[in-house]
């Protein structure tokens, strides 16, 4: 608990830096490309408009619940997995490619991974505002509800923190790990309400994927945009959720304290 205090007295202390190392690593993730950051909201753009073209008008599986049009409905999913996928993509990877910062012992790496979400809450904002204007001109306007985006956005930017800690730590030693979370990554975005309600489910297999964390938080980012209810109705996932990510930073303390003095060794 000590280090997880003291991670937060870093943070803010050098939340200068942090600021300005997840804007340098923002823009040199697309700084040899032609059209640079413009891409970072392009691949999202398209993937969502596949998603609404297959589904939408191709399969028409029926498995969301009809109250929405199917672009709201998808769209208010996949802007929380956006920003986890992509997130959990590029920090698991951060110690590899900041290997020059991190053999110098005056650097506190335990920022690299942090920095790396917040590059990536640059366009996660963006596509909260694409979002809140789909969703107005498909007549769902903001509401009081919308507030709940930023604790949601919290609950997000807490539970990657966490699992990036954990990720990270782990990809020097073995690199592997990238590969194994492409293929989680697949299968984990099926078995959230992205592209389906939960009604079109049985409660006993709809308690089970509860179980998975995001679940609560993509369930809150459609709530927040569709007016659907406030966070505090769903306590007990709530408290299931913080529970879960608070043991989640304490493993990632544990396991990157452990591990950070071996990381020059195997950089």
């Known amino acids: 608990m000590r280090s997880l205090l003291s991670f937060a007295k870093e943070i803010i202390q050098n939340r200068k830096l942090v600021f300005r190392f997840s804007i340098n690593d923002f823009k040199a993730r697309y700084a040899g490309s032609f059209f640079g950051v413009l891409w970072a909201f392009v691949n999202p753009l398209v993937t969502v408009l596949t998603y609404w073209f297959v589904f939408g008008f ?4 029926g498995l969301t619940d009809g109250k929405y049009p199917f672009i709201v409905f998808l769209i208010t999913g996949m802007v929380p997995w956006f920003f986890f996928s992509d997130s959990i993509t590029s920090s698991t990877n951060v110690f590899r490619e900041y290997s020059y910062l991190v053999k110098k012992v005056v650097f506190n790496i ?7 979400v917040l590059s990536n809450l640059y366009t996660h904002l963006f596509f909260i505002l694409i979002t809140l204007i789909v969703s107005t001109a498909n007549g769902f306007p903001p509401t009081l509800h919308t507030l709940q985006l930023f604790y949601y956005v919290l609950c997000l930017f807490v539970f990657l923190t966490g699992l ?12 592997d790990v990238m590969q194994i979370i492409s293929i989680l990554l697949q299968t984990v975005m099926w078995t959230l309400p992205i592209l389906w309600s939960p009604s079109a489910f049985s409660p006993r297999i709809v ?15 459609r709530e927040s945009f569709l007016s659907e209810g406030w966070f505090f109705e769903h306590w ?27 990381f020059s060794d195997v950089l």
């Open 110 to 116: 335990r920022i690299l991974p942090t920095t790396k």
């Open 164 to 175: 990036t800690w954990i990720t990270s730590s782990i990809q020097p030693f073995f690199p």
């Open 236 to 262: 007990k996932m709530s408290l299931y959720f913080w529970v879960f990510t608070l043991t989640m930073l304490l493993i990632g303390s544990i396991i990157f304290k452990r591990l950070r003095p071996h």
């Open 58 to 61: 191709g399969l028409r599986a």
């Open 207 to 221: 308690s089970f994927l509860k179980l998975n964390p995001l679940f609560y938080v993509v369930q809150g980012y």
